[in-house]
Nanobody, 120 residues
């Protein structure tokens, strides 16, 4: 069974920074795209950023220039460095990955989320 576990959320003042981490564990043969999504209260879940196994990235327009996604393939871990945080960045942040476990096909896996709160 493959699991994604996020960490690094918390409370920060506007203009501050946080770094989220998401580690995949289990019987993993390969991981393709990894990404971060967020869901604010009363809103739909939205893509924040994602990165392919070869390092190609894309970002939501709202976070371009402020957030940076990266990954360590040897550790099956993806990171999200968030700078210049704004109150509108407040949300639950979820990790997502396309995972190929041993003995099984590709699966779309989600973490349980980590809360980010930005105070004004």
């Amino acid at each position: 069974q493959v699991q994604l576990v996020e960490s690094g959320g918390g409370l920060v003042q506007a203009g501050g920074s946080l770094r989220l981490s998401c580690a995949a564990s289990g019987s993993i043969f390969k991981i393709n795209t990894m990404g971060w999504y967020r869901q604010a209260p009363g809103k739909q879940r939205e893509l924040v950023a994602r990165i392919t196994s070869d390092g190609t990235t894309n970002y939501a327009d709202s976070v371009k220039g402020r957030f940076t996604i990266s990954r360590d393939n040897a550790k099956n871990t993806v990171y999200l460095q968030m700078n210049s945080l704004r109150p509108e960045d407040t949300a639950d942040y979820y990790c997502n990955a396309d995972v190929h476990p041993y003995g099984s096909g590709w699966r779309d896996v989600w973490g349980r989320g980590t809360q980010v709160t930005v105070s004004s």
